[in-house]
């Protein structure tokens, strides 16, 4: 490789070589394994996997109910107005106490779960992933979800249990607890998601991978049992997944809290900080090789349905949710039958000259959204089609490499045999 004038770089390369020859073997194995089951084994193998997936469908909705009840049992207890200072500010940090544990802890049992289900690697790396990503897209719109259902009072509620302004926990006194503005409070949960993801993600390097890279380095030679821990292996593909969790919460809560765009900025910073300490003093290579050429399509994708997700129950929100009456700045349109927030855009555009309104208005209507879509779907075909011809053009690069190859062998062969001649005949 010829762009390669360093030895850090060709270092680097060899690693890679390495690691790829060390992944294909890996799954050669497991493929010649495959042949030689028995008919018995694989029927007891499916009914492995297929239990194990009974098993994850059970963790993954009693983390979703787990969530929704310590949500409500927050809301209950911040009702109580017999509750210390101390004890309020813990009740208030329950449900995101409990989101960040099961983040932490579930993917940690789904990377044990999968050994047992006797996958290629490859894939049963991606249905891990697949599976603690389901669990990062569904705790937050559990919450949200459990939000909606104890706050937001519909038009059609019955009005003898609804509050008032909107909020059916809205009180008229001015007690500690008390939830005036729906927006806000959206915001503030949100908020506190981020801020506690951050400080016990933090947490975990210094109290957790810290100490334990101190003990493996002093005692990992002596004790057996330091020994049989180890040291703490860099998980890349889980702290990819940890940055998409962290942007889908900043796309659901920079509407309602504008400072959480800043503060996932911050976030990302002292992660980006964080995680290279860890690289490169305190953690080791994963043992078993991965393949990371096939996951970045996979990140891609989960990273555009988290924003289709965000942009779906913010559009939701935003048009069909009316805003609170007492606070918030779209009060003002609160007073209007079936007003929501999307009407400051809609009464802004009544005020514009007559060919803007008209053109915006048409950028609603099917005969610009349908074109819309067929260029779309017709540029990702292009695209597609120019991918498989890089593709196709690499395999026959490749198969001119190894014809160069052969060919030079066969010059050399001819070379050598010439010289043998001569000396023959020199002899």
């Given at each position: 490789d010829f762009c390669i004038n360093q030895r850090k770089a060709a270092k680097v390369k060899r690693k890679n070589i390495f690691t790829d020859i060390q992944a294909e073997l890996h799954d050669q194995r497991k493929e010649w394994r495959r042949q030689k089951r028995?008919?018995?084994?694989?029927?007891?193998?499916?009914?492995?996997?297929?239990?194990?997936?009974?098993?994850?469908?059970?963790?993954?909705g009693g983390a979703?109910?787990?969530?929704?009840f310590t949500a409500e049992q927050m809301i209950e207890l911040q009702n109580q107005k017999n509750l210390s200072e101390i004890v309020e500010l813990l009740v208030q940090y329950i449900p995101f106490v409990t989101i960040t544990v099961l983040n932490a802890v579930l993917p940690?049992?789904?990377?044990?779960?999968?050994?047992f289900e006797d996958y290629?690697?490859?894939?049963?790396?991606?249905?891990?992933?697949?599976r603690a990503i389901l669990l990062r897209l569904a705790s937050p719109i559990a919450l949200i979800a459990i939000l909606y259902k104890e706050l937001i009072e519909r038009p059609d509620d019955d009005s003898s249990s609804s509050g008032q302004c909107g909020n059916k926990q809205w009180i008229s006194d001015s007690s500690r607890g008390r939830i005036m503005c729906w927006?806000?409070?959206?915001?503030?949960?949100?908020?506190?998601?981020v801020l506690l993801d951050l400080i016990v993600e933090t947490g975990i390097i210094f109290f957790m991978q810290v100490p334990r890279w101190y003990l493996n380095k002093k005692y990992g030679k002596t004790s057996k049992l330091v020994k049989l821990v180890g040291p703490q292996e860099f998980d890349l593909p889980q702290s990819v997944v940890d940055i998409i969790y962290t942007q889908s919460i900043c796309?659901?809560?920079?509407?309602?809290?504008?400072l959480i765009p800043f503060m996932t900025f911050v976030k990302c910073v002292l992660f980006f900080w964080v995680k290279?300490?860890?690289?490169?003093?305190?953690n080791v290579?994963?043992?078993?090789?991965?393949?990371?050429?096939?996951?970045?399509?996979?990140?891609?994708?989960?990273?555009?349905?988290?924003f289709i997700i965000a942009a779906g129950l913010l559009g939701y929100m935003i048009g069909t949710i009316p805003p609170s009456q007492s606070c918030g700045p779209y009060r003002v349109y609160s007073n209007q039958t079936g007003a929501v927030m999307f009407n400051v855009v809609t009464n802004t555009v009544q005020n514009w000259p007559t060919e803007a309104r008209d053109v915006f208005e048409f950028l609603g209507t099917v005969g610009f959204f349908i074109p819309v879509v067929i260029l779309l779907v017709l540029l990702m075909y292009y695209y597609w089609l120019r991918g498989q011809g890089y593709k196709k053009t690499e395999e026959l690069l490749q198969e001119q490499l190894k014809m160069e190859g052969r060919d030079k062998k066969y010059l050399l062969d001819r070379v050598n045999e010439v010289l043998t001649q001569n000396a023959d005949l020199l002899s």
């Amino acid at each position: 490789d010829f762009c390669i004038n360093q030895r850090k770089a060709a270092k680097v390369k060899r690693k890679n070589i390495f690691t790829d020859i060390q992944a294909e073997l890996h799954d050669q194995r497991k493929e010649w394994r495959r042949q030689k089951r028995s008919g018995v084994e694989n029927v007891k193998l499916y009914a492995i996997r297929f239990l194990i997936n009974l098993l994850v469908l059970a963790l993954l909705g009693g983390a979703l109910y787990l969530i929704t009840f310590t949500a409500e049992q927050m809301i209950e207890l911040q009702n109580q107005k017999n509750l210390s200072e101390i004890v309020e500010l813990l009740v208030q940090y329950i449900p995101f106490v409990t989101i960040t544990v099961l983040n932490a802890v579930l993917p940690i049992i789904f990377q044990k779960l999968v050994q047992f289900e006797d996958y290629r690697y490859e894939f049963g790396f991606k249905l891990t992933l697949a599976r603690a990503i389901l669990l990062r897209l569904a705790s937050p719109i559990a919450l949200i979800a459990i939000l909606y259902k104890e706050l937001i009072e519909r038009p059609d509620d019955d009005s003898s249990s609804s509050g008032q302004c909107g909020n059916k926990q809205w009180i008229s006194d001015s007690s500690r607890g008390r939830i005036m503005c729906w927006e806000t409070y959206f915001g503030q949960q949100l908020y506190k998601l981020v801020l506690l993801d951050l400080i016990v993600e933090t947490g975990i390097i210094f109290f957790m991978q810290v100490p334990r890279w101190y003990l493996n380095k002093k005692y990992g030679k002596t004790s057996k049992l330091v020994k049989l821990v180890g040291p703490q292996e860099f998980d890349l593909p889980q702290s990819v997944v940890d940055i998409i969790y962290t942007q889908s919460i900043c796309w659901l809560g920079m509407f309602f809290s504008p400072l959480i765009p800043f503060m996932t900025f911050v976030k990302c910073v002292l992660f980006f900080w964080v995680k290279k300490l860890a690289v490169l003093k305190i953690n080791v290579p994963q043992e078993r090789p991965i393949k990371t050429s096939g996951s970045n399509s996979l990140f891609m994708l989960v990273l555009l349905l988290s924003f289709i997700i965000a942009a779906g129950l913010l559009g939701y929100m935003i048009g069909t949710i009316p805003p609170s009456q007492s606070c918030g700045p779209y009060r003002v349109y609160s007073n209007q039958t079936g007003a929501v927030m999307f009407n400051v855009v809609t009464n802004t555009v009544q005020n514009w000259p007559t060919e803007a309104r008209d053109v915006f208005e048409f950028l609603g209507t099917v005969g610009f959204f349908i074109p819309v879509v067929i260029l779309l779907v017709l540029l990702m075909y292009y695209y597609w089609l120019r991918g498989q011809g890089y593709k196709k053009t690499e395999e026959l690069l490749q198969e001119q490499l190894k014809m160069e190859g052969r060919d030079k062998k066969y010059l050399l062969d001819r070379v050598n045999e010439v010289l043998t001649q001569n000396a023959d005949l020199l002899s």
